[in-house]
């Protein structure tokens, strides 16, 4: 008997890239939020050994996959505790979230399966354990753990809650191609990102608790230009939907995914049916979501 668990996308509502670490890394101040677009992931507990599958194209099926790397790590912490148990499981991966599309797709499968296999052995880690576990995987996969729209900080792993982030629908838009998050931070003008930092200090009013907040006009990433500058298809798409919305359109993570906002469902729904019917036929995709 499989089990199914969602495994949802997430946006980044402004990135700021703050510095670059000793280690390569780059340290982040970014608000975060699940979108309502996921991934159905099926599991069989009962397996025999370790698989994975996946309908997607070019997806990994073998233990480079997030998902499957992450059951590999949840039993060897099971191991480290002394619980002796069966390392089986079959993990079966119906695709919806464009890889390499800064959605965080793979991230949030290895969340998924590791808060399904930690549900499934009866709660052995506390949710403080699997963020840990999961920043081993990835620097996304504790924000998927947390489960809340979050500011990150570090690479991603400092997380704090924002509550009452005002809703809004979304038009989000595949280019037809991946981005290489590794190249986009290495293409990264600092020149031009710095101009921007005063505004985390003065400009970001971001309540952690007690009041609604509007991120319509804190909207900012400065992975955009270089992701623009590396693959002209994410700025020829970036301005020709614009134009079809007659919104301000903005760039997840490293990219390739753009998403405009929209106040009402019905108005998104209109700005999505405008861009299936002007891109018919071509290698973009087009979803319509909301926050989760």
Partial sequence: ???????????????????????????????????????????????????????????????????????????????????????GLSIDIVKRIPPGGGLGGGSSNAAAVLMALNTHFKTPFSTVELMKMGLDLGADVPFFIFGSPAIAKGVGEQL????????????????????????????????????????????????????????????????????????PEIKETKEEMGLLLEQNVHMTGSGSSLFALFSTRESARKGYDRLLKQWAGSKRKVFLASFN
């Fill in 160 to 231: 704090e809650k924002v509550a009452d982030l005002k809703p809004y629908y979304l038009v989000l838009c595949d280019p037809g191609m991946a981005s290489s998050t590794a190249k986009v931070y290495k293409n990264i003008d600092f020149r031009l990102t710095l101009n921007q930092k005063y505004t985390i200090n003065t400009g970001l009013n971001v309540p952690l608790r007690g009041q609604e907040f509007d991120i319509q006009d804190q909207m900012h990433n400065d992975l955009e230009e270089s992701a623009c500058r590396l693959y």
């Fill in 1 to 87: 008997m499989k089990e199914k668990v969602l495994s949802f996308a997430k946006i980044n509502l402004f990135l700021y890239v703050t510095s670059k670490r000793k280690d390569g890394y780059h340290n982040l101040y970014s608000l975060m939020t699940r979108i309502d677009l996921c991934d159905d992931i099926y599991l069989d507990f009962s397996a025999k050994e370790m698989s994975i599958t996946c309908d997607y194209p070019g997806v990994p099926e073998d233990e480079s996959n997030l998902a499957l790397k992450a059951a590999i790590s949840f039993y060897r912490w099971l191991g480290a505790m002394g619980r002796k148990e069966k390392k």
